[in-house]
């Protein structure tokens, strides 16, 4: 009876998978896409040149050169010719809106929701071990978090997020949860937290936010757990909404209109 | 037999301060080494002051089997004419995170620029925060580094002073599991289950293997009892072996601000 075993199989096939299975042009060009939503590579900031790019990233020149086509293609990009030339990111406010309502509308609801229950699942272990393992230090420095956030603007708010959850994940303890938690927020971060252009969900993030900081302090590891799931839940229920009006509104006439007119 | 094992569990007490002891030395060195060399210096600048750390600290890094993965020198905001938040620190090649090519230390690359989104104010975290407030060394962690490294460790610091004022700090970070390693052997001795707390009962090493690093042991009466080393940053440690409710015997470890919990 050969290869009973399927479950080992399917992780041999993912062990000899190849290491990259879209393509790899597409790969830098998401890499460098997340970096730029993220504001991790900053408007106005030179990019590396092709050949640095190629070299730092380990792929050939001409895929590096062709991420930068597709790059300058999705308007991120702008390059320059001569002696301080070079790609230069071109990111400001209209661009940051178009790109992640693009990014919305091109994820699919299955996606979307997907991507949330990752999170979930980093965001919610973490802040389930944080509760177990807080000092009063560790809760002193929640509070203090919570008490710089500057909830009058998306940016503020959405930093206040990230900072809380990172240290919340540094309070459990786990290297590995710190770690994914980083990259999640590069990766996804700016699409997943685009609720609070709301500034009725940004006193809701305040206000669940509170919620943790009280469940960690009374060592309530479940009442830690849900609280933070659900927050990233009805973060992830406000993105499918947006998705909804964004599609209708490209849909209706009057949207089909203005993109044809000159 | 109370006296027997107080006797035993001091011995071990002062063996895993021994530990410790070896690094407080080496960053007590460095502080007085920079405070000579900054006390001369009318407008200290990074450019010049850094090669000058590099140099301090490579002995140590390059060491074979030192306990210490990466150290180094961290200014005040603005007390560098040409760099406003300075960290120079440096990286053993022992330190897993992106080790250099060709081995060696090698320099942590930290955002230092307040406008990004990466950066981070230093003078918020523990290994800052607390020897500000007591002038005196201290010992942080076990933590996740992630400003740093990612890695889990443990960071002594020491505030470097010119004219009175804290410039900045010198500092070394070690690995927790190397430092596990190293005191596991020192715990084995004891006849009974013990374990390394931090001043926040925070479990350093243990000779009970469920009893996880990180975690806070819970034992009764234990968080008063380490109080006052916390509010002290180290600087008090309480003299004397003392015995919780539950009947386990807690040694001070030195001044090292750790403590030996003997069940």
Redesign the interface.
Same mark, same amino acid.
Do not use: C, I, N, Q
């Given at each position: 009876m050969p290869n009973a075993t399927t479950r080992a199989d399917a992780a041999r096939a993912v062990i000899f998978s190849p290491l990259e299975g879209a393509g790899r042009a597409e790969l830098v060009e998401q890499r460098l896409t997340d970096a730029i939503v993220a504001g991790v590579l900053r408007d106005g900031e030179r990019l590396p040149s092709e050949a640095d790019l190629a070299k730092f990233l380990g792929v050939a020149p001409v895929t590096a050169r062709e991420a930068l086509v597709a790059l300058r293609h999705k308007g991120l990009v702008r390059t320059r010719r001569g002696r301080d030339g070079g790609s230069f990111v071109t990111y400001d406010r209209d661009a940051s809106t178009r790109m992640l309502e693009e990014r919305v509308r091109a994820l699919s609801r299955i996606e979307l929701r997907d991507l949330s229950l990752h999170y979930a699942a980093i965001a919610g272990m973490a802040a389930e071990v944080a509760a177990d393992r807080a000092s009063d230090d560790d809760v002193q420095s929640l509070v203090e978090i919570d008490a710089r956030a500057d909830l009058a603007t998306p940016g503020g708010a959405r930093r206040a997020v990230g900072r809380f959850q990172l240290e919340v994940a540094a309070i459990s303890q786990s290297p590995r949860l710190v770690h994914e938690e980083l990259r999640l927020q590069a990766e996804a971060g700016a699409l997943l937290w685009l609720c609070l252009r709301d500034q009725e969900y940004r006193d809701r993030s305040r206000e669940s936010r509170l919620e943790v900081i009280d469940a960690i302090r009374a060592a309530d590891s479940t009442s830690a757990r849900v609280a933070t799931t659900a927050h990233i839940g009805s973060a992830v229920e406000w993105l499918i909404d947006e998705k909804v009006r964004l599609e209708a509104a490209s849909d209706s006439p009057i949207a089909r209109h203005e993109g044809s007119s000159p | 037999m109370t006296q027997a094992l107080a006797t035993g569990a001091d011995a071990i007490a002062l063996r895993v301060a021994a530990v410790i002891d070896p690094v407080f030395a080496l960053i007590d060195g460095w502080q007085q080494e920079l405070e000579r060399l900054l006390a001369d210096d009318p407008e200290p600048r990074a450019a010049d002051l850094d090669p000058a750390i590099a140099s301090t600290v490579a002995a140590e890094l390059d060491r074979a089997g030192t306990l210490i993965t990466g150290a180094g020198f961290v200014a005040a905001p603005g007390y560098l004419a040409d760099a406003p938040w300075h960290l120079a620190w440096w990286l053993s090649d022992a330190n897993t995170f992106r080790p250099a090519p060709g081995g060696g230390i090698r320099r942590l690359e930290a955002v230092s620029d307040p406008d =990004?989104? +990466?950066f981070r104010d230093y003078t *918020?975290l523990?290994w800052w925060r607390v020897p500000e407030r007591t002038g005196t060394r201290h010992l942080t962690g076990? /933590?996740?580094d /992630?400003l740093c490294t $990612? $890695? /889990?460790t443990v960071t002594v610091t020491t505030p470097v002073t010119v004219g009175g004022e804290m410039v900045g700090l010198v500092g070394a970070d070690m690995y927790v599991a190397r430092l596990e390693q190293v005191l596991l052997p020192v715990l084995r001795e004891a006849t009974q289950p013990c374990t390394v707390v931090n001043a =926040? @009962? !925070?479990i350093v090493a243990s000779t009970d293997a469920h009893r996880a *690093? @990180? +975690?806070?042991l819970r034992l009764e009466g234990l +968080?008063e009892m380490l109080a006052p080393v !916390?509010a002290s940053g180290g600087a008090v440690a309480p003299t004397d072996a003392a015995t919780l409710p539950g009947g386990a015997t807690v040694v001070p470890c030195g001044d090292t601000s750790l403590a030996l919990v003997v069940e």
């Open positions: - | =990004s989104e +990466a *918020t523990e076990p /933590y996740v /992630y $990612d $890695d /889990y =926040s @009962g !925070r *690093t @990180g +975690a806070l +968080a !916390r």
